[in-house]
């Protein structure tokens, strides 16, 4: 089986982005901006990462610019502003494409899966979430409107926290 994060990734601060660290872990991938109505859920985002991180769990944050140029800034200002605004301290990548003919490899990997309606395909906002199991397969798909405190979303997290 192969794992979404066997394409490679560039980190918002810069070089490779070690996707190995996410081998063996429960992965959140979320496209991030930070000028929209959702941007509020980093906060959320983050305290998810401080529940879980240390039993096998990480958000990895994916700035995209796609939807109505909510995420305007460069890479250094992203980071700076999810650093001094919402404290964050998971992996982000570089901006990338989630949708069209500039997708990235990774969201290739993840728009087949279906939420909870059994809609796939596009990324359709900001903030939607991809579940990724320790063995690297897509398990959940999360709409934006389905923020980190909820209940079946943290439930699914749960769930998939490596034993």
């Known amino acids: 089986m192969t794992s979404p994060f066997d394409t490679p990734l560039t980190s918002l601060t810069g070089g490779a982005l070690d996707t190995a660290q996410f081998a063996g872990k429960a992965v959140l991938v979320v496209n991030v901006a930070s000028r929209c109505g959702f941007t509020p859920q980093y906060e959320g985002l983050e305290n998810l990462q401080k529940e879980y991180g ?25 980071a700076e502003y999810c650093s001094a605004t919402w404290g964050t301290t998971f992996p982000m990548t570089g901006k990338v494409e989630v949708n069209g003919a500039e997708r990235h490899p990774l969201y290739t990997a993840l728009v ?23 063995a690297g ?24 926290l490596p034993a």
Request: net charge negative.
């Open 112 to 134: 087949d899966v279906p939420d909870a309606e059994g809609a796939a395909g596009d990324v359709a906002w900001n903030f939607e979430k991809f579940l990724v199991s320790p």
């Open 54 to 78: 240390d039993r096998g769990f990480t958000v990895l944050g994916v700035p995209c610019n796609q939807f109505k140029g909510q995420e305007p800034g460069s890479e250094e200002e992203i």
């Open 137 to 160: 397969e897509v398990v959940g798909r999360f709409r934006s409107r389905t923020t980190p405190e909820d209940a079946a979303l943290r439930s699914a997290v749960e769930a998939q």
